[in-house]
Every structure is written in structure tokens, then in C-alpha cells.
């Protein structure tokens, strides 16, 4: 019998390769120092983490993992280090393989719960665990810098460009990977072909005119992905939901945030159906009983956007706003959310294309064309129970005046 | 705003017609009745059980939920309805919904457990649950007959058999889907094709000799996924732990195997945690700290195979065996598992090519070989602890007269 | 044996209908009369004639036919004769079917010759091929009316919208066929979806804004294909010479601009390679050695671009100029080429968002943006021999004065 | 402007390194001196052979060119030289793009002509054309050897195995490319993880059993396409008549059976359609009006298979036996064929399963069930006009003993 290990498909004789199958790039070579570091637990717990959270309540399929993508990412970035000729390119590889490892369950929905409690992010956590004796004992054993990896994850490297910010590794695995599972057409392009055209000089990223459509498509892919998958109106209220049984949970000491990084989708499933000041919501989306939206605002509803964002980022304020407009409204069955997405940013691309020394942004018209849609499917919504709903909707001018009073 | 519900893409005015995006087959139109019975909480728990179980541990691609499959079953009813003229047709697309709903956690990974405490199969459950109140109230409501629903299931309707037995939209859906979620090439088949070449005359099969390639295809197919995914090692390795950790459980009364068709992939696996006599296997399990196997027996080692399938239909028996086994053997370290695959069977083909009135199996030397081929994967498997294994491994004659002295 | 017609991979009992297999919607079913249709000698032609022309200098797999295309048009147009409640379906289809019938050879490079010549347009030749009697009789077999056909090709039956204009089955065919077959990822749209999201009212065209990305991805993915795959320079050259032989065939009375839609491609390589006076030129295309790009003049280095565009309608004038640019700048190796591409309209949409009763192309940001972008890609280019580039490329100011004199 | 030489659609600074896009494999990446070779007339008009002769006739998307398949070899080709160790790695990927370019138009269709009247197959011409000048000076100029081209191309090179033989680039791509563009599905091989999975030792092939599946589905995919495409009944009965059409032309001394190799299809078909001894059976193929099939003989009907492949062999032989039947049968309107396809052979592999060191032929049961299934789909067909089907049928027993006493 010809004895395996688990999860790999081929063992070459002698040298330690071995090869994971991949639904989007087929096999994936994996050697040391990287074997041994998808073997940690650390890592493997992103296999029962969803990519997309709960976009799985709208598509169905999208059930794929954040191991699946980090395993993309750090495909992707082979192509890289065999293109270009820096340092430190087993640093760089690591990076790319953990550059997600400090998330949450459920990927971003966590996320500003996590913020709240803690004031960290998920790149911290990723630094942290990237720190800690598990995956260092490894890094150490190889003669590898630990600086280096984090280096490459917050940019101080050049090349940590190509982990995650525009035209990166993070990217082109994810519009390709969540428009596969998903079954949405607009996620698709030519990542080969993207890296093929890129160069780096001085610290910039350069792309010949030539390949202009390539870059456009990207940056335009990931416009259509967003209100279709990333920021679908449904997902949207799932999650407000979701925060909201997530907070409770952590106020009333049931949980540290801290501890977030250590648990799967399924032990914050479980911990929340334990739970009574949690139940009641889990078990609503669970349903898809779902709250129901009462009215949108639109950017020019606003005074003073700046402030918005300033609320965003403080979760704890946004439950006393919820509260204080459920006491407004006399709302009494369940709660009143207020949803406010993220800034939009689509349109930001700082790749120079060769022949002008310019930056996208500045000469491609679809790319500004990104800044003035940017703000198009952009809404903070009001959330309230179905029963609430005729009563809340007629608040508008009320609700709007509170929130520009805030 | 244009208000939609849950998970729904299109909402065409006055018909109530809403269409799934499926991963597979793009999207699927679902009217009622088949809207509300998919809204119900029995089909949405199949959202949480994975399709191939634990076969993520090698694909790491492979988190399709059974609720993925169930719709892609419904989709391709739809092409059997429009194709053929036979009574009941919405009770015929209610049968391929729900075929599977009866399934345990992890779908077939818990089924002998469920057997050994319920004498029921998966089968079984799902006719429990189309009788009961939450989806009959819905099929009462529409004025369909459940007996017929449950008539197809069981094939006692002809045209059950194109819902599972060789050519149905069972097999076509999840060869197709679990090829396209693995990354394994060899699920590629046209399910189009086929039904569009099949016929059903005096309650059979019949398809045209044209169309044989498009029949032998499947078939191998399925062969060629049985090792490579169906039956990988790796998984067989990890479900036997799975099942012990379950068997506990169960055993100690901690949950009743009934209980099961309530539970989804993740409750089963934070129960196992919560308690000790199933908590050491799933931890390793998680790390992937599996078994190794200590030995092979091929199906001539056995005197008496019938027996064999006595026992490996009995899950008691099984235990007794090992627990047996590792008195023998005096292994400290863990325990000895036995693991006795399905019966292969590759080659059945009862459909009739329509031109020498005979059965595919008959006339196809590539189907026929299926059959002399069939037991070329199949082995029972001896597994013990790594610290275990060269002792394990040198009692092979003595473990083989065991087996077939009970 | 079973008997199959030629092409034909399927035949039901009884009913006369047929599948044929296509590379993008796997089986394509036909019944009569469009199976009459398909097989007259005048449909058979566009087997023969590339739907992208010259494109295959370029990419290497742009091989696909017109004849695939036709028949992929005739696909989806079933889609909208399923959907739809409207008169003279089966007119509809034969119109999807038979829209590109009168093409000449290479498709598109041949039309402003065969304009210099005829005052006719490929859409002109289609209409009297549709009025001649090889299909005509297979029409009035079956009590179809011609007019109508007609009529839909020609808007002005309001759904000859959705055979060709804007969102229709000819430009979700062709970007799908065309992306599929050349490699390039920017044609990856859902026709699936569009399809089921439009709703015609009162002759114009609705979608629900909800599927504003699936408008917008067909905008821009047709945006990209273009510099990408239509107009790249190296086709746009490999025209102009090939244009240029053409010419030269119908000028001097070896064949009249009449027979082309009788003439497949290769008739027309044949005839170019038998008659001396285009036997250089096509020679030179085959060995692709081709003519050099000596300058290009945007859309600002024009006074009159109305005037550029009535010589770009006149091949016979343009023709003039060249001979005029060849004396001028003395050139003595070859001829001097200017090439005025098409007018770019991307952004041209009146498709109405039925939220907002205004069009797409004054709701969506990125619609609006095509239109700043439209003269991005589009350039006049002079070619010349290399021999002569040196010379030829510093005459710039001298050509733009003469060009704008004209 | 960014200049392009034409085709490319990468040029990276200095290095002289370009890509053409593929519809299989994406970006293929091409260096000297196999661009040079590449741009050499010898090979592109390999551009305007089509890989699937007239196969079109039934799959409208069967297209694609000989060039596109010999760069998908070349493609392929480098993973071999990429994974293993061995001289001449320049040759041998020379030889990979090179062993077609013998092909007379139509692919195989024309063999048996060309051999009727010169005793050379397709590889002698390939040889023939490596060694003349137009390639010969650039490997010349490359210091490669030519000998060793040709070394690979025969097997005389251990490693021209993988170029064409059984688990070769040429199988790999062919089947891939050409379920591709006919839509039809069984030709989906993975052979990224075939390739990782083969050794090369003492001038064999190993595979690690593992990997049996992935090496049985290329014998299936072959054998299960051979029916569906390659074997058309009706792509037969096209190529008969084709093959009497040119096997007229050179007859009467119209061309050379020497002068195939710098022909393409275009000028193959203009040439038959010029000439009275082969315009009329080119038409009725253009036409589709095509011959019909009166009877077969299967494999137990003759007492001689080997003197049924001697007659094979030459086309001479089999134009006599034709006109003997014409004359026997009293045929008036037009001709009789007989058709006597290739000796089957799927079941050859010589590939070694590395733990039983046994070839795959013996090891697989599937495998030898192609043995045994080999003859399933093989019978030699006699054909006829319509009008003379009735009466040539009654003949069955008649042209049976004919046949045998030949």
C-alpha cells in the first residue's frame, strides 16, 4: 500500500513535495519550510472558517473556506518569486500563506467586535500569531525572519505590495475563488496574465499600456462583485444580526474577543445557541427570519460624513445609537439596526502604466469613472422586525435628524 | 430599494418564480410549492452538512453542503419533467428535493451508527420527515399526495428510478458537483446529454447505442471517484475515528442516535468536544493526528465474505471485534480499528440499449470490466497508533485467523 | 446501425428534432423548419468564413465560424421565445438565425469594399439572401412570412431589439463565443441571467435595477474585448493590407463585390493568391510580414472628424489618399496605409431601470464613463513598409496638414 | 505606442520572451529559437490545417488548427523538461512543435493517399521537413542537433516517449484541445497530475499505483472519444469520399502526392473544386449530401484480418476492390466505398505501476476490458448512393464473399 499523508495527492520520492489539489488552480506544489506550517493548528483552523461569512445564506455554494484562499494566495505568490529577483522570498511566501490567519470567525463580520473590545485588527491578530511559539518555532528552525514576514504583510517590504493592496496575490485569488463558489460570472480574470505584465522599479508597481484591459478588468471585477456578493443587501442584515448576538455575548463576559482567534465558525455557532443573550439572534438568521430594512440614507443625507465613519469604527457607540433609536421609535418588538458600510474604494490604483509614468487612476477613464460610482450602492440602512417596520419607515425625517445630531 | 428576499436573485413581478444561483447548473427557477418546502427548517439544516463528510481533511475544496446537491437534484428533475408525460410530476421534483434530508451530520459518516442504535438508514428518515407536520402541512396545502412523494423514493413509482439508482439526477448532480468542488477531473459528465437520450417504455430504462459513450462514461466516472475521492484513504481512516467518537457518545446516552436528523455538522462536532469520551478522537481528527494503517486484506483473505458484511453491517459487532483485537494484541496506545468498505458495485447497469434489447451491462465490455474491476480498490483496512503499528503489523496471520473465525 | 443524419447527434422517434452540439451551450436542440434552414447552402457558407476574420494572427484558437455563431444566436433567441408572449415566434428565431447571413468572407474586413462597390450593407445582402427563393421556399413551406423575418432584422418589430442592438442575442453570443475561443478572459457575461431580468414594455426595453451589475458587466466586458481582441493593432494592419487586395480583385473586374456572399474564405484566399494583382499583399499577410505602424493620429489632431468619417465610408476616396500619401512622402517600397477605425459607441444604452425610469446609460456611472473613455483606444494609424518607416514617421506634421485639407 | 511584433501579446524589456494565448493553458510561453521556428511558413501552415479534417461537418465548433495543438504540445512539452533531468532539452521541445508539421491538409484524412503514391507517412514528411533548410538554419544557427530532433520524434531518444507513444503530450493535448472545441465531454484528462505523477527509469515510464485512476481515464477518455468524434460514422463517410476526390487528382496528375506538405486546406479544397475529376464528390461533401451507409461487416465476418489490413495499407487495392463492386453490384449512380478503419488499439500501455512493477495493461482490469471492448466499435462500412441503397443492400452476402476471396 502506498501510504500518504492526509490531504496530499503525491508524494515524490526523496524530496519532501507534495501536492494539494485545488478547485480553482489545480495542483498546488508544497514543500518545506510551508508543509510544516500548514500543518500548525493555527492554520488549519481557517479550513472551518467560511471566506465569505454568511454570504452563504444568498448563494448556497458559497460554502469555501479561508484555508482554500490562503492556500491560493501562496500559489499565486510562487509565480511571483519566480518572476521577479528580491530577498527574503521564503519570508515573502509565508506572508502571502498568512497574511488572513488572525481572522475571526466568519471572516469580516467579527471583525468591528473584535475592534470594539480590543482595538485590534485582523492584520494584528495575524502579526500575533505569526509571533507566537507555534509557527516561530518553525520560522526559527529554518533559519527564516520573523520581521521579514511581517514586513512583507504591512508594506514596509516593496514587494509586500503584491500580498494584498491593489494588484496583488489576496485579490486575484478571491474574485476568482468566491466568483467560482458563488457562480457569479463577474469575479473572472487573468490573474497569469496581470502578473505576467507588472514590474516593480523603485518601489512602484509598473505595467506596460498594452495590458491596460487586464488591470481595468480587476479593478472593475471587484466593482461588480461588490453589491452582487460582497455587500448583498441580505448578507448585510445577516450580519447586523450577527454583531449583535456576537457583542452580547462578549459584554456580558461569556467570552474575550482575544479569544476569537482560536475558534472556528462552528464554535461561535455553538457558543451563541448556548447562550441566552445571544439565542434568539443566531437562531433568527438560522431561520433567515430576518430583520427587515425600514429606510435607506444615501450619502447627501448626511452633514458630516467624516463623523459616520468615526461612529463605524466605534461598534460601542453604534449600540447606543440602536438603543437610544429603539427608545426614540418605541420600538418593542426586537431591536433597531443601523448598518453603515464601508467607505467605498474602487477606484484607488496607484500601478503606473509605463508609457505615461502616470497612474491608472489618472489615465484610464473606467478606473475614474470607479470614484464617481463608487458611492452609487452605498446606503446606510435602518433595520427593524417586520412588525415594526410601517412604524419605523414613517421616522425617516427623525431618524435622519438624530443621526446628524450625533 | 428593491426588496428581495432571502438568498433570491430575481423576483419577476406577479409570479411568485425565484431563481437560486447555483455553482453548477446557473441559476435554478424555484416556484412554490418548492419555495416554501425549501424555506422550511428541515431542507435549510442541509445547508450545514457537508456532502463528502470529512473528505476536506484531503480536498480541502470539498465544503459543498448536501443543500447544494439537494437543488442541483431539483434542477435536473425539472429537465425529466419536461422531457417525459407521467402523473404526479410535482410530487416527483418534491421526491428529488428531498431525497437526502433523512441525513445524519457529515452525511454517510454516521449512517452505521444510526443503524447500529435505530435499525434505520437514511432512507428511513427521510420518509419521517416528509410526514411530518412542518413539510406536510405545505404538501397538504398544494394538495399533493405524500405517499407518492415517497413512492418515487422508493422506486415503487418508475420514474423513482431517475431520481437515484444508476441514471438519475442523484448520480448526475453529484459526480458533477463533487468533480467541480474537489478540482478532480473525473466527474466531467453530460448530464444533458443523457437525459435527453433516455427513454422509459413498460417501466425500464432504454437508451439508444448511439448514446453508449455518454452511459459508459458515468459509470466510470464513478468508478474513477471512488479512490481518488469517495473511498481516499485518509477519509476512511478519519471516518473510523469519527464513528468511535460517536459510538460513544451515543452509547453513554449523552445523545440518542435519533436525535441525528436534527443536528448539523457543526453541532455534532461541539458536542463531541464538549464531552470526554468523544473529545480525544475529534481533537485528533481537527489536527489531523490520524491512525496509520497497520495492515491490508484483500477480499481473498477472507473465507467467508458474506459473513464479513454480517459484521460490517453491524456496528456493535464492529466494536466488539476491535476492542477484541486490541486485547490480543495488548496495543496500549489507542485503540485498533477495522474498516470494511461498501460492497463495490460499479457494474449494474440495467438500463437496455434499445436496439439489441439488452441491458448496458451486458453488452459493454467497459461496464463488464467495472466488474472484474470493481474489487481492485476494496480492501479491509487494520489501523492502530502510530507508536503502535510494528507490533500491529507483524500480527497479521494471527489477525487474519481472528476475522475469519467469527 | 443507427442511422444519423450528418451533423446531427440525436433523433428522437417521431418528432423531427435534432441537437447539434456547440462548444458554449453543449446541446443545441432543432426542430423544423429552422432544420430546413440550417442545412440550404446559403446558411452551410457561413461554416466556412471566420467570425473574427483575420483575428487568428493573433490568437491562434480564433478559428470559430459565423456559422457557430448563428446557430448560438438561435439558441438564445429560444430563451427569449420561452420567456416572452409575442407574435411570429418562429419568424423571431429564423431572424436570430439568419441575421449574418449576408456576410462576406472574414466577415467584417471585407465591408467597406464591398460598400465602395455596391452601396450595400452586410445586413442589405442578408435580407435578399432571406428574400431568394433556397429559402424562401422552405418559408412559405410552412406558412412563414418573409416580411416579418425582415422586419425583426431591421427593428422594426419592436423584439428585433433583442436580436441585435444593445443587449441581445447576438452580443451575448459573440462575447461569450469570442472570449471562449480566443482565450481572453473579458467575455465572460451571464447571458442566463440577463435574459431573465429584462421585461419589454410598451417597445422599449426594462430591467429591474437590482441587476445593474449584470448590464453593466456586458457594457464593459464588450469594452474590453475590443482593444483586446477587435481592433488590436496587428488585426487592424493585417486588414487594411488585406483590404487593399480586395480592391484590387473588384477594380480590375477579376470579381464582382456582388459574388462575395457566394465566396467562403478560403474561395477568397484562392483567388487572391491565383491573380497577380493581390498576390503580394495576401502572401505578405500569411507570412505575417506585415506592414509597420508609422504614427498615430488621436481624435484632437483632427479639425473635422465628421469629414474624417464621410472619407472612412468612401473606400474609394481613402484609397485616393493613400496613393496621394505615397507620392507626397516619396515613398518607394510598398504602399502607404491610413486606417480609420470605426466611430466608438460603448456607451449607448436605453435600456430603461424600471426603479428609475431614466436609462442605463444616464443611471450607472460606469456606462457614463465609457463614453469619456471611448476615444481612449481609438487612434488613426498610417502604416508603411519598414523599410520606409524611418521616412515615413517624420513626415507627421506634413500628413496631419494634408489630412486635415481634405 | 507600444509595438508589438504581431501575435505576441507580451514583450518583456530585454529579454527576448513572448506569449501567445491559448484557449487551453492561458499564456504559453515562447522564447528563441522556438519563435524563430514558429515564425518559419513550414509552420504556419500548420494554421490553416484544421485538427479535426472534416469532423466539422458534425461538430461545427471542431475548428481548431494543427498550429494551435502543436504549441499546446510545445506547451506541455516544458513541464517535462521542467520536471526531469536529460540532454537535449532544446530538441526535445523542438521536436514536441515539430512532429506534426508533416501533416498534409485535412490531418489524417489524406494519409492513405499520400501513401498510395510516395510509401511515406506523416512522421517521414516531418522529418523530411526538419531537415530542410528554412528550419535546419535556425537550429543550425542555435547550435541544436537535428539528429536529435528526429531521435525524439522516433523514439530513438528514451524521452520521445512523452512526445507521442501513450502518456504523451501529443495524447494530453489532443484530447483536452479536442473535447474542448466540439463540446464533448469525455475529453477532460488532468494532465498536470499525470505529468507529476510519472518517473522515467531505465528507458521506461513508472507511475506510483496512486495515481491509477488518473492514468486509466486517459485510456477511456481516448477510447470513449473514438466513436463520438474521431469515428464519426458520418466524419467516415465524408473522408471516403474526400479521399476519392484526391485520390483522383493525383491520378490524373493534377498534383503531387510530394507537393501535400506545402499545401493547407483552403488550397486543397479550391484545387478539387477547380478540377472536373474531383469537383463533383467535393460538392456533395460541401453540400452534405453525402453517401449512405448500405452495410457492415463486423470483425467475425472476414476469415483474414490481416489480409483485410494488407488491402488497408493501399489505397490502390481499395480502389479496384471499389470499382469491382460498382461493376459486380451494377451500380449506376455514382461510386461504392469501402471503409476499413484503423486496427484498434486502446488497450496498449507499457506504462510501469512502480509497486508491482507491472505494466498498466496487466494491472488495470479496466484497462484490458479496452482490449476486449477494442472491436466494439469497429466494422468496415460499404456505402453507396442513395438511390442504389436498396439494391446494394440485398447484396450483403454477395460483397461478403467477395471480400473474403480478395
Known amino acids: 500500500m502506498v501510504s500518504l499523508s492526509n490531504h496530499i495527492l503525491i508524494y515524490n520520492n526523496d524530496m519532501k513535495e507534495k501536492f494539494i489539489k485545488d478547485s480553482i488552480y489545480g495542483l498546488i506544489k508544497i514543500t518545506d519550510p510551508f508543509l510544516e506550517i500548514i500543518d500548525t493548528e493555527a492554520f488549519q483552523r481557517l479550513r472551518h ?4 461569512g454568511l454570504s452563504y445564506l444568498v448563494y448556497p455554494s458559497a460554502n469555501h473556506s479561508r484555508l482554500e484562499h490562503s492556500l491560493g494566495c501562496f500559489y499565486l505568490s510562487g509565480k511571483i518569486t519566480d518572476k521577479f529577483d528580491f530577498q527574503h522570498k521564503n519570508e515573502f511566501r509565508i506572508a502571502a500563506l498568512l ?25 494584528d491578530f495575524s502579526k500575533k500569531i505569526i509571533g507566537d511559539a507555534e509557527i516561530k518555532n518553525i520560522t526559527d528552525k529554518y533559519g527564516l525572519n520573523t520581521e521579514k514576514i511581517l514586513d512583507f504583510i504591512s508594506h514596509k517590504e516593496v514587494f509586500g505590495q503584491l500580498i494584498s493592496s491593489e494588484i496583488d496575490v489576496d485579490r486575484l485569488d478571491y474574485l476568482a475563488r468566491d466568483a467560482y463558489h458563488t457562480g457569479v460570472a ?11 505584465a507588472i514590474e516593480i522599479k523603485d518601489g512602484k508597481i509598473y505595467c506596460s499600456g ?46 474575550k474577543a482575544e479569544e476569537f482567534i482560536s475558534m472556528t465558525d462552528a464554535d461561535m455557532l455553538s457558543l451563541m445557541k448556548l447562550h441566552a443573550e445571544s439565542r434568539v439572534m ?10 427587515k430594512m425600514a429606510m435607506v440614507f444615501r450619502k447627501d443625507d448626511f452633514n458630516n460624513l467624516k ?12 449600540q447606543e445609537i440602536q438603543n437610544a433609536l429603539k427608545r426614540i421609535l418605541s420600538v418593542q418588538d426586537g431591536k433597531v439596526f443601523i448598518d453603515i458600510p464601508e467607505k467605498p474604494s474602487f477606484a484607488k490604483s496607484n500601478i503606473i502604466i509605463s508609457e505615461y509614468n502616470k497612474p491608472l487612476e489618472e489615465l ?15 446606503y446606510v440602512g435602518i433595520y427593524c422586525s417586520k412588525t415594526e ?12 435628524k438624530y443621526l446628524n445630531s450625533l
Chains 1, 2, 3, 4 share one sequence.
Not at 463577474?186 to 505576467?196: P, T
Not at 463623523?307 to 453604534?318: G, H, P
Request: charged fraction near 25%; aromatic fraction near 10%; glycine fraction near 2%.
Open 49 to 52: 472558517i467560511k471566506q465569505l
Open 307 to 318: 463623523r459616520v465613519y468615526e461612529l463605524k469604527d466605534d461598534y460601542k457607540a453604534i
Open 282 to 291: 443566531i437562531t433568527q438568521i438560522e431561520k433567515r427570519n430576518l430583520y
Open 364 to 378: 484610464s477613464p473606467l478606473v475614474k469613472s470607479l470614484k464617481a460610482a463608487e458611492w452609487n450602492h452605498w
Open 99 to 123: 497574511h488572513d490567519i488572525g481572522h475571526a470567525p466568519f471572516s469580516h463580520v467579527a471583525e468591528n467586535i473584535t475592534k470594539a473590545f480590543t482595538q485590534l485588527t485582523h492584520e
Open 389 to 400: 417596520r410601517e412604524k419605523v419607515s414613517k421616522a425617516k425625517d427623525e431618524i435622519k
Open 186 to 196: 463577474y469575479g473572472v480574470i487573468d490573474a497569469d496574465l496581470v502578473i505576467k
Open 210 to 255: 498594452e495590458q491596460l484591459p487586464a488591470l481595468e478588468s480587476i479593478l472593475i471585477a471587484r466593482y461588480l462583485m461588490f453589491p452582487t456578493v460582497y455587500t448583498h443587501h441580505t448578507v448585510r442584515i445577516a450580519n447586523l444580526m450577527f454583531q449583535d448576538a456576537l457583542y452580547n455575548l462578549v459584554s456580558q463576559g461569556t467570552i
